[in-house]
């Protein structure tokens, strides 16, 4: 991407000096892990908290400053991203007569105090209608290159793009239908994550349209997106953390879901081309 580091979004929260949790518990896998977090978001109860009692566990000490120049170039382009994202759709919310409320993003270490309640890092980047913000432990752009061979700023850029999507929808008023959807039909929770999960890739899209219409990606930039977006669908993650596959089970998507439709919001830059629940 085409970017010029230039200082922190006045949308970030910096956590990285010890907002986060320790302590025992319950020790989850990824996929669990996954789940009571769309819990979580969905019914805005926190579920981590009932597997210790409702106690989160104590403030941990960070063994790195909170000013790490070492991952400043990073804090500057997750604000960079953070910035241009919320500003595309400021535009697309005004062409449609309406108005944008900013998220905000937090950047932690280890785990985190949401208002969906506490999480790790193993989470992965998440949003959290509760407060409207966006965590993101910087440490899972090291795990997106080394662990699902992703590596590219576009592909750190999809990442925090789809969870801004989340917002978008949260201000559109999709997670309450959904949620009132899951109510109603409790056997179809997993379809419905899934739907929500794949129209925040389409939201990753058209804001990957956006940027492409303004010259800002680079030779490479798409396939690095299409990667990450493969690299973390549900059949892939399932296969590398149990070595089977169970699609009654998925959450997110498959693979080839994922890119399918950061694909169909990049070519159209349409948010009309985004409804997965069709």
């Given at each position: 991407?085409?970017?010029?580091?230039g200082?922190?979004?006045?949308?970030?929260?910096?956590?990285?000096?010890?907002?986060?949790f320790?302590?025992?518990?319950?020790?989850?896998?990824?996929?669990?892990?996954?789940?009571?977090?769309?819990?979580?978001?969905?019914?805005?109860?926190?579920?981590?908290?009932?597997?210790?009692?409702?106690?989160?566990?104590?403030?941990?000490?960070?063994?790195?400053?909170?000013?790490?120049?070492?991952?400043?170039p990073?804090?500057?382009?997750?604000?960079?991203?953070?910035?241009?994202?919320q500003?595309t759709?400021?535009?697309?919310?005004?062409?449609?007569?309406?108005?944008?409320?900013?998220?905000?993003?937090?950047?932690?270490?280890?785990?985190?105090?949401?208002?969906?309640?506490?999480?790790?890092?193993?989470?992965?980047p998440?949003?959290?209608?509760?407060?409207?913000?966006?965590?993101?432990?910087?440490?899972?752009?090291?795990?997106?290159?080394?662990?699902?061979?992703?590596?590219?700023?576009?592909?750190?850029?999809?990442?925090?793009?789809?969870e801004?999507?989340?917002?978008?929808?949260?201000?559109?008023?999709?997670?309450?239908?959904?949620?009132?959807?899951?109510?109603?039909?409790?056997?179809?929770?997993?379809?419905?994550?899934?739907?929500?999960?794949?129209?925040?890739?389409?939201?990753?899209?058209?804001?990957g349209?956006?940027?492409?219409q303004?010259?800002?990606?680079?030779?490479g930039?798409?396939?690095?997106?299409?990667?990450?977006?493969?690299?973390?669908?549900?059949?892939?993650?399932?296969?590398?953390?149990?070595?089977?596959v169970?699609?009654?089970?998925?959450?997110?998507?498959?693979?080839?879901?994922?890119?399918?439709?950061?694909?169909?919001?990049?070519?159209?830059?349409?948010?009309?081309?985004?409804?997965?629940?069709?």
């Amino acid at each position: 991407m085409r970017w010029t580091p230039g200082g922190r979004s006045g949308n970030l929260e910096d956590q990285r000096g010890g907002g986060g949790f320790g302590g025992g518990g319950l020790k989850l896998g990824i996929g669990g892990t996954l789940l009571l977090l769309i819990l979580s978001f969905i019914f805005k109860q926190d579920f981590f908290a009932m597997l210790d009692g409702g106690q989160a566990g104590s403030p941990q000490e960070q063994s790195r400053p909170v000013n790490d120049p070492q991952e400043e170039p990073m804090v500057q382009f997750v604000s960079f991203v953070l910035d241009d994202t919320q500003a595309t759709w400021k535009q697309v919310f005004a062409n449609n007569g309406g108005q944008y409320r900013d998220a905000k993003l937090v950047l932690f270490r280890e785990g985190v105090r949401s208002a969906c309640g506490t999480a790790p890092s193993a989470v992965g980047p998440f949003y959290c209608p509760g407060d409207e913000k966006v965590y993101v432990d910087l440490s899972f752009y090291d795990e997106l290159k080394q662990r699902f061979g992703a590596p590219g700023d576009f592909a750190q850029a999809y990442v925090l793009a789809h969870e801004i999507g989340h917002h978008v929808q949260h201000l559109m008023g999709t997670d309450k239908k959904v949620r009132q959807a899951m109510e109603n039909n409790p056997g179809a929770k997993n379809q419905y994550s899934v739907r929500m999960e794949l129209q925040a890739d389409c939201y990753a899209g058209v804001w990957g349209h956006a940027t492409n219409q303004r010259k800002i990606l680079e030779a490479g930039d798409v396939d690095e997106a299409m990667n990450a977006a493969s690299s973390i669908g549900d059949d892939r993650l399932q296969k590398m953390g149990r070595g089977q596959v169970s699609p009654d089970s998925f959450t997110h998507g498959t693979s080839a879901q994922r890119k399918e439709w950061f694909q169909r919001g990049f070519e159209s830059g349409d948010v009309s081309a985004c409804n997965t629940f069709q």
